[in-house]
């Protein structure tokens, strides 16, 4: 009962700090940006938007919202109690790590998931033409390792400008390489092996075909990936710790 009661605390406190203007942001751009390409994309064909475009706006907000809700908006949330002493007021009290990390994933990865729902119809497909179990199962799997990303890099940072500038290069990667994936052999070959680019995959698979299918090394990849972020997190946690900091 005391766990429950603290991270009930934990989770209005992390619900609190992710209502800064400075983070909410990253989320709200992928809706904002998705909705804006698809009144762009309306005005160019000056008609319905064929369904290859819908995918690729799909794609695009679904690639910004993992990685900067996931990577951004957690790294800077992280950075920003670290900066103010949050932290180790938290870490010196009865909370444990594992109580804080699961408070910080947890408010994030909740409105990630509500906007990855949401930017199926913004991008003007149809609910009912995505297998949405699928959906849901792949991109909440992708979401998770960005999240984790995002607590190993605001472990890291210093400070939200420090943690923005380790968090841009890995945002750039996996946001970029999936969205372009389409126009590049080597690009796509590359995003078969990112998990952002395997939800990109699913989803072009699922609206050009109607097909909702990943092969086993998608799946070995993304298990393969969680594994890897997770000793990532570790060693960061372990080596630049919140009991250090």
Do not use: W
């Amino acid at each position: 009962m005391k766990t429950l009661s603290r991270l009930s605390s934990l989770l209005k406190l992390k619900v609190k700090l992710m209502m800064n203007a400075n983070i909410i942001f990253a989320p709200v751009f992928a809706l904002v940006l998705t909705g804006a390409l698809r009144v762009l994309y309306g005005n160019i064909v000056k008609g319905e938007i064929p369904e290859f475009m819908m995918q690729l706006l799909l794609n695009i907000g679904l690639s910004f919202n993992i990685g900067m809700t996931g990577i951004f908006l957690i790294s800077a949330m992280v950075a920003e109690e670290k900066e103010n002493n949050t932290l180790r007021v938290l870490m010196t009290s009865s909370v444990t790590a594992r109580e804080f990390f699961f408070a910080s994933v947890i408010p994030p990865f909740a409105v990630m998931i509500v906007v990855n729902l949401l930017l199926i119809p913004i991008s003007g497909i149809r609910i009912d033409g995505v297998n949405l179990l699928i959906y849901l199962i792949i991109s909440s799997f992708a979401g998770f390792i960005s999240c984790m990303i995002g607590m190993t890099i605001g472990i890291y940072g210093k400070s939200q400008v420090s943690a923005s500038t380790l968090a841009m290069p890995v945002l750039l990667i996996i946001t970029m390489i999936p969205t372009f994936a389409s126009f590049s052999p080597v690009l796509d070959k590359i995003s078969g092996y990112l998990f952002v680019g395997i939800v990109t995959e699913m989803v072009s698979q699922m609206i050009l075909t109607g097909i909702a299918s990943l092969s086993l090394k998608h799946y070995l990849v993304l298990l393969g990936e969680i594994i890897l972020v997770g000793i990532v997190f570790r060693m960061a946690y372990y080596r630049n710790g919140f009991e250090k900091d």
